[in-house]
């Protein structure tokens, strides 16, 4: 019989004496979830795909980004990146610009005409998928791959919902827009524009075996303001719907030279500088409370303010006249809330832009039993399915927080819990690790290396056109950013533990396969996890 290696040993050496007995901790590698991975309200694997473009195999890492989310050209120009604002490089420099990567992936993608990998099965399941916005997109990207025929139906005569309606072309350009969409026809799924859904649970009888809606809000929230001419007060909603379609040329609104916008969020912006780009020689936004409350990022405020757009903080609209708007000046009382001054101001307007908020339509759920409307959302379990069965629901009619990524992250959500009804089983999302924060890890590893800053539209530009404002990297600086990356929580093999352990209890066991510890001759020191960049060891207490 084959003796054990440690009696192989000549006598007192580290091995045959199991010196690895002395301790009372033993280190483990442990796999934490990045903060920027959970930030991702798509639920992308931001480290994941950071890792293929660092090493400079973008299709990789365009494959692994879009496991999660299919529109990466999209959402690297109109996601509000949360996952930066997570980014533990902020504490060492400041934050690595992913969202700058993703669209370079996304462009790149568009670029050299990858596609996706046709789906391994077919069901023989089909869906119905209402509204082709990023909800609809998502989930019927996502029921494709699980092997299901999905089918869009789109009242609109263009698809991307408000994304294409509702979002200028100065942030997202059309071509882009066109090119994400039409790979996913190419992928396999099924679009009918102008088709408007009236009944829903009539679809489940007719052919479907479950049905997503993804309906965006569409409607605009109005507000009673007394006027003179009730032709000059309009909504947000519609402006920017008018500035689209075939005949959006000589259908675009006339606001005239003195343009005032009322509200305070990312639309109000962007209804005042696409009125400055329409001609407008002054937008003016009127918002009730100050700045540090308004709702629009303060980066898209940043950029208006750059573009010539005035902003009223504090002032609310009394009255709308033939040639004027009558505004009442606010001031914050004890707890922070705007109040009446009795105190107020004439400005020049041509015309006055609603922009308070949006709702979805609902009309298309008046018959359908058992579903929830609270408050003008459905209402939705954990699994993204409404009070009937096959029914789901999600993106902006089932969210507070209407963003693009939020939409990408709930039709993803409900395509695989779609999938598991379908199946007869009961979604379940996998578990969490924990998360992986700056104090778990040892930053003197990484370089200082300033964030890539991206080209912006000169000015000019920027008031009289509707070029893109925001440019995007290229190849040079792309793989810089992504090296930027602190792997958060995860082994990058960067050999550290190897290097400083005293007793070389760290075996090495190939490229791309990691560490092991030998715990004969670990003595428990802890040198390895106090070390480590990424915070990828940790210490547990021996059991006996």
């Known amino acids: 019989m084959e003796k054990p290696f440690a009696i192989t040993l000549d006598p007192g050496s580290s091995l045959a004496n199991r010196t690895g007995s002395w301790r009372t901790f033993r280190p483990e590698y442990v796999h934490r979830l990045p903060p920027c991975n959970a930030a991702c309200p798509a639920g992308e694997n931001i480290q994941g795909w950071l890792f293929h473009a660092e090493g400079g195999d973008y299709e990789a890492a365009w494959r692994a980004l879009t496991d999660n989310n299919p529109l990466p050209a999209i ?11 997570a980014c533990n490089r902020q504490h060492v420099d400041s934050s690595v610009g992913i969202n700058s990567v993703e669209r370079f992936l996304g462009d790149e ?3 050299r005409g990858w596609r996706f990998a046709p789906p391994a099965r077919s069901s023989g399941k089909r869906v119905l998928v209402v509204g082709s916005g990023p909800a609809g997109l998502s989930a019927a990207y996502h029921l494709t791959r699980l092997g299901h025929q999905a089918v869009i139906h789109e009242a609109a005569p263009l698809a991307g919902g408000m994304m294409r309606y509702g979002i200028p072309k100065y942030r997202l350009p059309r071509d882009v827009l066109d090119a994400e969409i039409q790979r996913l026809i190419d992928f396999g799924v099924e679009i009918r524009l102008q088709t408007k859904v009236a009944d829903v649970p009539a679809a489940l009888r007719d052919g479907f075996d479950a049905v997503f809606l993804g309906v965006g809000a569409h409607i605009a929230k109005r507000a009673y303001i007394p006027a003179g001419d009730a032709n000059k007060i309009l909504d947000a909603v519609s402006v920017l719907h008018d500035m689209e379609g075939e005949r959006a040329e ?33 937008a003016i936004i009127v918002y009730r409370r100050t700045r540090e409350k308004m709702p629009a990022h303060d980066f898209e405020v940043e950029e208006a303010l750059q573009e010539g757009i005035s902003i009223k903080w504090l002032s609310t609209i009394k009255e709308a006249g033939e040639e004027d708007i009558m505004i009442e000046k606010m001031a914050l009382d004890e707890k922070g809330f705007p109040q009446p001054t009795g105190e107020f101001e004439r400005i020049p307007a041509d015309s006055v832009v609603l922009a308070l908020g949006q709702d979805s339509d609902l009309a298309l759920l008046r018959n359908v039993p058992g579903l929830v409307v609270d408050k003008g959302l459905v209402q939705v379990d954990a699994a993204m399915m409404t009070g009937h069965p096959g029914i789901f629901a999600g993106g902006d009619m089932a969210g507070n927080e209407r963003t693009v990524t939020v939409a990408v992250g709930h039709g993803k959500k409900a395509a695989r819990a779609i999938d598991a009804w379908l199946r007869g089983e009961q979604y379940a999302p996998p578990e969490k690790h924990e998360l992986a924060t700056f104090e778990r890890m040892n930053p003197w590893y990484y370089s200082d290396a300033p964030k890539t800053v991206r080209p ?6 920027r008031q009289s056109t509707f070029e893109e404002v925001l440019g995007g990297l290229d190849e040079g600086n792309a793989l810089f950013e992504a090296r ?8 990058f093999e960067c050999d550290n533990c190897y290097g400083v352990c005293p007793d070389n209890a760290v075996v090495k066991l190939g490229p791309g396969k990691g560490f092991a510890f030998n715990l004969d001759y670990c003595k428990g020191c802890g040198v390895c996890a106090a070390e480590c960049p990424c915070g990828a060891i940790r210490m547990v207490p021996e059991e006996n």
């Open 75 to 85: 959402m690297g120009r109109v996601c509000y990146h949360p996952c930066e604002g």
């Open 109 to 111: 993608a568009i670029r």
């Open 250 to 282: 000589e259908m675009r609104p006339m606001l005239g030279r003195k343009v005032v916008v009322y509200g305070g969020g990312n639309t109000a912006i962007d209804v005042a500088r696409t009125a400055k780009r329409l001609g407008a020689d002054e």
């Open 456 to 461: 912006v539209l000169d000015i000019i530009r």
């Open 484 to 491: 930027r990356c602190m792997s958060c929580g995860n082994c």
